[in-house]
């Protein structure tokens, strides 16, 4: 699997010795609120960490799991996956560390996942899931250019903070053709 680059970033694959930066937020109850996982112990870390491993030495792969890390200091701040869903489509993913939200990662990395499914891969059609109350996560989705295609009603647990048991989710999408418009008007 190879390693991605954007200006601030690098997207590479997972080594074992990711634990503590991935168990940081990954065991974070604040981090993964809207996550249909966790928080995790020490063990469902582990096991993330190893399957995304052995699915980068997949080939084909069909789960691109990507540790994402700061240009700046080598710092592992999160996590993002391309999982190939069908023939030519894929559904992307993303979490970052809290203490890095807000500042433009999720757009950055969202944008060269995106591109890497549509120029490197040839995808036809990439989506991404979310809880509808999952502001952050679906700001990024509709910044890198993805249409809400639908609201699923309590399709999914309710956030881990909520007396519900089931939450809103918000479907996005965007087609290859929609993508390369997107880019034609930002040159
Ligand atoms: C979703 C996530 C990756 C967004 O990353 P980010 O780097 O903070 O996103 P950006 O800085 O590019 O900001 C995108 C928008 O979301 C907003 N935003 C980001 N995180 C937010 C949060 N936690 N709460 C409220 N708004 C948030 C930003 O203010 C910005 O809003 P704007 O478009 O109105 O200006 C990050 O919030 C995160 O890791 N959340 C927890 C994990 C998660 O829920 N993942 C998605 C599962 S589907």
């Known amino acids: 699997m190879k390693t991605l680059e954007t200006e601030r970033l690098i997207l590479r694959p997972f080594e074992e010795t990711d634990f503590e930066a991935v168990h940081a937020y990954a065991s974070a109850a604040e981090n993964i ?12 870390t582990k096991a993330f960490i190893s ?5 980068a030495k997949e080939n084909p792969c069909s789960n691109y799991q990507f540790a994402v890390v700061l240009k700046s200091n080598r710092r592992l701040i999160g996590a993002c996956n391309l999982a190939i869903s069908s023939n030519d489509e894929a559904e992307i993913g993303w979490i970052l560390h809290r203490d890095y939200w807000k ?6 990395m969202g944008k060269r996942i995106l591109e890497f499914g549509f ?7 990439i989506t ?7 502001y952050g996560s679906y700001r ?5 250019g993805m249409r809400r295609e639908g609201c699923f009603l309590e399709a999914r647990p309710a956030n881990k903070y909520s007396d519900k ?21 930002l040159l």
């Open 33 to 44: 609120q809207y996550m249909v996982w966790g928080p995790n112990d020490e063990s469902q």
């Open 51 to 55: 399957q995304a491993i052995a699915q």
């Open 103 to 108: 500042q433009g990662f999720g757009t950055e």
């Open 119 to 125: 120029s490197e891969l040839g995808l036809h059609r």
């Open 128 to 134: 991404a899931h979310c809880d509808a109350e999952n």
């Open 140 to 144: 990024v989705m509709e910044r890198i």
């Open 165 to 185: 048991k089931y939450g809103d989710e918000y479907s996005y999408a965007i087609l290859k053709d929609e993508w390369e418009v997107l880019q034609d008007s």
